[in-house]
């Protein structure tokens, strides 16, 4: 089996997963507000498989977001979303600061300038979804980094390049020491 075949697959396993994770695995706060996981997914992928596996999950995340009763603009704006966050993290810019540089200058005009033109919506739903959606790629975000972090520190083979496997007592150990 050839890389790009290999990639094909595993993107599509991406897709899928966020799109569910989006679309169904959603934690109600209040009314209609909810966290969405899809995102952090995305993010996941983007730091361990780069930007071809990322990029079509990050439409998957917006078409699950758009069927749970959002915008028709919400695949779009993810993508972009995360294909600017990548530029700004190839840029040594940090995942969680790219990803609220992303929402302040860029996602949540864009978000209101779109959604203003699209939909007959109350001025202030529109100003809770944008804060909603901006606190979820936020948040997504260091979710993400978080977890790429702990799997580097607990020094798995596959996430820090090493071909040595480590016991996870001393993968524990080390942990909790450093």
Same mark, same amino acid.
């Given at each position: 089996?050839?890389k ?7 993107g599509?396993c ?7 994770a989006?679309?169904?695995?959603q ?7 909810a966290?969405?996981w899809?995102? #952090? @997914?995305?993010?996941?992928?983007l730091?361990?498989f780069?930007?071809?596996? !990322?990029?079509p999950?990050? +439409?998957? &995340? %917006? $078409? ?7 915008h028709?603009?919400l695949p779009?704006?993810a993508?972009?979303e995360?294909?600017l966050?990548?530029v700004l993290?190839r840029r ?7 990803a ?12 209101w300038?779109l959604?203003?033109?699209?939909? #007959? @919506?109350?001025s202030?739903d529109?100003?809770v979804?944008?804060?909603?959606? !901006?606190l979820?790629?936020? +948040?997504n &975000? %260091? $979710? ?7 799997l ?5 083979p596959?996430?820090?390049n090493?071909s ?8 524990v150990?080390?942990?909790?020491v450093n």
């Amino acid at each position: 089996m050839t890389k790009g075949v290999k990639q094909f697959g595993l993107g599509l396993c991406v897709c899928a997963a966020v799109f569910a994770a989006n679309r169904w695995a959603q934690v109600p706060l209040s009314g209609s507000i909810a966290i969405h996981w899809g995102q #952090a @997914i995305c993010f996941f992928s983007l730091l361990v498989f780069g930007p071809r596996v !990322a990029m079509p999950a990050a +439409f998957a &995340a %917006g $078409l699950g977001l758009m069927l749970t009763g959002g915008h028709q603009f919400l695949p779009v704006l993810a993508v972009i979303e995360l294909g600017l966050i990548w530029v700004l993290f190839r840029r040594s810019v940090p995942l969680v600061a790219g990803a609220l540089l992303f929402w302040l200058l860029i996602g949540l005009p864009l978000y209101w300038l779109l959604a203003r033109g699209g939909a #007959a @919506i109350s001025s202030h739903d529109l100003h809770v979804q944008l804060l909603i959606t !901006a606190l979820n790629g936020t +948040f997504n &975000a %260091g $979710l993400a980094s978080g977890f790429y972090l702990l799997l580097v520190a607990l020094r798995i083979p596959f996430f820090t390049n090493d071909s040595k496997a480590y016991p996870l007592f001393r993968q524990v150990f080390g942990l909790i020491v450093n």
